[in-house]
């Protein structure tokens, strides 16, 4: 039994590590490009949503790479992608590649039985100690946490940089590192040589670049193919910027420490109360969170249709003249027009730039 | 005196506004029925018409879909009108399914839309629990200022007449039947569908709705999935189009749709790969109104099925 997943930014990295841990053999789908996406849109019905499509390509070639189970997560809240499941079957099934699915649904809608049988039959039936996948699990989670926190820190980072590139380099060069790497503890021990690297380079205090907070939806924002390699454009332009939504933000959410995130969820704000389905409270959140922190733009990112932030996006001109924040909705398809978000992602920048220059100097 | 009396009410009565879209049909004998009963002076905005779908496509933001659009602008023709407006924010329907998240955001998306802070009835409504519906109405009886026996009462007699009330339609006595798929507001709001039943009829093809096959029905359709559907009108109408294709009494689907519609996205290639050979037409709708693109293709749809029965 081979497995194959969707890609979901980082979580091959994480999942890879899981399945070397538990012994579980699984085909990684190649990373998201230009062929999965043609593969996927000719397939895929033409209104639904770019991670769709882009799952679709993946598990068509994973399939034709000789997996054949199909492990996809799952929820039960109003967005699309809880409907995922069937719709990709039907799909693939029609076009002739078969495989066993595997829809891993939160505990909030199953229970924890079902979801732990669920799990467990990953395995085949073979019986294996709950303990070791706990075990397993609590490792890979601190991985994706620190190789997350080192993320974090460079692209705030990567601005002040004297020699522009070097922090990019070392970001990516860890992530290769972790991939390829025998266990957690042999990745753990690559994070932290990165990390210790990363404070050697050298930075310039005195510079004062803008500050920009990238939120939207979940999979555009960490899927870097999906949203035209953004966070390299915004790094290569010397713009600090920070990213809240991440594999260790949304483990946490949903497995880790999903009590809190029930209080969490109660919490008023003066722009959006309840939850509507996906994320879109925490974008509004976001944005608060932004004008709090003194940041001076805002970049929503989201694929076409997708229909919880478009609520969000509704509510963003009432959020940008209350608040006075700046912010640029970017909507991605499978048009793939590059040209067209660099000059729009500049032009914000631009602005940005020249407002803090002169607009409020002073302040 | 009584005169005296009677302008005095019209001057301090309060006035809500009730927007004539979305699920406004599905719920409109409820609605009436306990507005009557409370003797709340209420304005129902007009039919949709060019004005209003005009007005709606100014203030809603430009990816919502049709339908959305229409009911941004039933609200902003009640505006300037109205003390209250009345938003309904369905979170949970009858039978605890899911509906499409604008609704949940819908107070939100309209209030920024057409600029009103005040003056809006915004809270939660979950329709699958009796004791949130009433809770629901008592939230608005105290804004209202209404006594609480008197909703109460008001909201039995409504409930009744809701149940009363036949939904649906099932033709009879045409040449062909055909089921007639899409979410209430698109099917019975005969602007936004340019008067497609009306059409459907002078070929000669009647039509059913997915109300007028039984819930068992559709359940019993719609087991052989990996997941239970959560959204209302993915489970309506997947399972009736599949059961009436099964029971063969119909002789195609068509299914009306607004353009980038979330929900049809997947109800729809469900239903196409689920049904196998059989007539199925899509008509996309949006504020563009392209009434002639609509007609050619029911013709050469009605053209196919006759052309069917005859071979």
Known sequence: MKITFPHLGDAYIAINLLCKEMDVACVIPPLNNMETLEKGSKYSPEEICLPFKLMVGNLMTAIDNGADTVVMVSSAGPCRLGEYGDLLKSILDKNGYYAHWILLDTVHDVGVRELLKRVGSIWGGEKRSRLKLLRAFKGVYKVIKSLESLETEIHRLSAYEVEKGKLKKILYKCKGDVYSSEGIQMAQKIIEKSQKQMTQVEIDKSKDPVKVVLTGEIFSLIEPFSNQYLEDKLMEMGVSFFRRITIGWWLDITLV?????????????????????????????????????????????????????????????????????????VVFDEMNGEAGYITRIEAFIDMLQRRKKYVLYGY | ??????????????????????????????????????????????????????????????????????????????????????????????????????????????????????????????????????????????????????????????????????????????????????????????????????????????????????????????????????????????????????????????????????????????????????????????????????DTRIEAFADMLERRKLH
């Not at chain 1, 733009?297 to 209350?322: N, R, T």
């Not at chain 2, 107070?107 to 920024?112: G, K, Y």
């Not at chain 2, 507001?185 to 009306?198: G, P, S, T, V």
Request: with cysteine; proline share 4%; glycine share 8%.
């Open chain 1, 257 to 329: 420490q999903p009590l809190k995130r029930a209080k969490a969820m109660k919490k008023k704000n003066a722009f959006l109360n309840y939850c509507v389905g996906g994320y879109a409270k925490d974008t509004v959140e976001e944005v608060i969170q932004a004008k709090k922190d003194h940041c001076d733009g805002v970049i929503q990112l989201l694929p076409l249709g997708c229909m919880p932030e478009i609520v969000a996006k509704s509510i963003m001109p009432d959020m940008s003249e209350e608040l006075d924040i700046k912010i640029l909705t």
């Open chain 2, 1 to 294: 005196m009584n005169l005296i009396l009677l302008k005095l009410k019209e001057v301090f009565s309060i006035k809500v506004g009730i927007p004539g879209g979305l699920l406004y049909y599905r719920y409109e004998t409820f609605i009436n029925t306990f507005l009557e009963e409370l003797e709340i002076e209420s304005i129902f905005s007009t039919e949709t018409n060019k004005e209003i779908l005009d007005m709606g496509v100014s203030c809603c933001v430009n990816d919502a879909c049709l339908p959305m659009k229409i009911f941004h602008g039933h609200a902003a023709a009640l505006n300037e009108k109205c003390d209250y407006l009345l938003i309904p924010r369905i979170m949970k329907c009858e039978n605890s399914e899911s509906i499409c998240p604008k609704f949940c955001g819908l107070p939100e998306m309209v209030m920024s839309g057409i600029k009103r802070k005040e003056g809006v009835i915004t809270y939660p409504l979950y329709l699958n629990r009796n004791k949130e519906i009433k809770h629901y109405l008592r939230k608005i009886g105290k804004d209202l200022e209404i006594q609480e026996n008197k909703i109460m009462a008001a909201y039995k007699k409504a409930v009744n007449n809701h149940k009363l009330q036949i939904q649906g339609i099932k033709d009879q006595g045409y040449r062909f039947t055909i089921f007639l798929g899409g979410h209430p507001y698109n099917l019975y709001d005969r602007f936004a569908n340019m008067n497609l039943i009306h059409k459907l009829h002078s070929y000669g093809i009647g039509v059913i709705t997915e109300e007028r096959v039984s819930d068992n029905e559709k359940e019993a359709e719609i087991k052989p999935l990996m997941k239970k559907p959560y959204w209302l009108f993915y489970k309506n109408n997947y399972g009736a189009g599949k059961y009436l294709v099964k029971d063969q009494g119909i002789d195609g689907i068509i299914y009306i749709s607004s353009f980038s519609c979330g929900i049809d996205s997947i109800t729809i290639e469900m239903l196409k790969n689920d049904i196998g050979e059989f007539p199925f037409l899509i008509l996309k709708i949006d504020e563009h109104s392209g009434e002639a693109g609509i």
